[in-house]
């Protein structure tokens, strides 16, 4: 079975440019989560998609960041304009349904570097 | 708003001895998750508990849960330098989302 999907792998941008990062889940889950990772620290959701819904975006910047996940499989979280804090390991992963039993499957991540 | 704490954060500790990892959650919630991340690479899942009492085992890794203390511990026995990584725990704080507070996560170290 093949894993979580996340493209690129590694981004350099400067600050206030915009940045784009693709997840393509394990085929058939239908739960979708984006984390943000900082150096040093434990993963924090920014938000989670069941089907093509958000359920919770709480802790998204909506003011740079959005994220949509069209036709319920694939995903792309984007910031713009992007800030020197962005810095940070962006994690995608995914589950079969979102329920209390299932596990969280993660991607490898894309480590993005503002400058 | 739920804390999730971790201790000790660094961990260096010889090959062939035991140690505990703790957990501590501030909040009830009685689903538990640890994951472990290599340096550079994404978190892989090592256990669900999902009830008071929990407790699984893995090889030299064994978790365990107790919802009323609201702790978690990892215990490690005779450690090998392939243990070597950080070690997370991500408590579900929404029966219904699943959403996962991350702990700040130990760096465990095993030397010669």
């Known amino acids: 079975e093949a894993g979580v999907a996340q493209s690129p792998r590694y981004k350099i941008i400067e600050k206030r440019q915009s940045v784009a990062f693709w997840c393509n889940p394990i085929?058939?889950?239908?739960?979708l989560y984006w984390y943000q990772q900082i150096l040093g620290q434990g993963p924090k959701l920014l938000i989670q998609?069941?089907?093509?819904?958000?359920?919770?975006d709480s802790q998204l910047p909506k003011d740079r960041f959005s994220a949509e996940r069209l036709k319920g499989v694939d995903s792309t979280l984007k910031i713009q304009p992007a800030k020197l804090e962005d810095s940070a390991v962006y994690l995608c992963?995914?589950?079969?349904?979102?329920?209390?039993?299932?596990?969280?499957?993660f991607g490898p991540g894309t480590r993005l570097t503002v400058l | 708003e739920l804390k999730v704490e971790q201790n000790p954060l660094f961990l260096s500790m010889q090959e062939g001895k035991n140690y505990t990892i703790y957990c501590n959650y501030s909040?009830?919630?009685?689903?538990l998750y640890w994951y472990r991340q290599d340096p550079g690479k994404s978190l892989e899942s090592l256990f669900v508990?999902?009830?008071?009492?929990a407790v699984k085992q893995e090889g030299r890794l064994m978790a365990s849960l107790d919802t009323k203390a609201r702790l978690s511990t990892l215990h490690i026995t005779a450690a090998v330098h392939d243990l070597s990584a950080t070690y997370f725990c991500?408590?579900?704080?929404?029966?219904?989302?699943?959403?996962?507070?991350f702990g700040t996560g130990t760096r465990l170290q095993v030397f010669p």
């Open positions: 992963a995914s589950s079969t349904t979102g329920g209390p039993t299932d596990t969280q499957y």
């Open positions: 085929s058939g889950h239908a739960t």
């Open positions: 998609f069941q089907n093509n819904g958000v359920v919770d």
């Open positions: 909040t009830t919630s009685d689903r």
């Open positions: 508990l999902l009830s008071n009492g």
């Open positions: 991500a408590v579900d704080m929404d029966y219904n989302t699943d959403k996962l507070i």
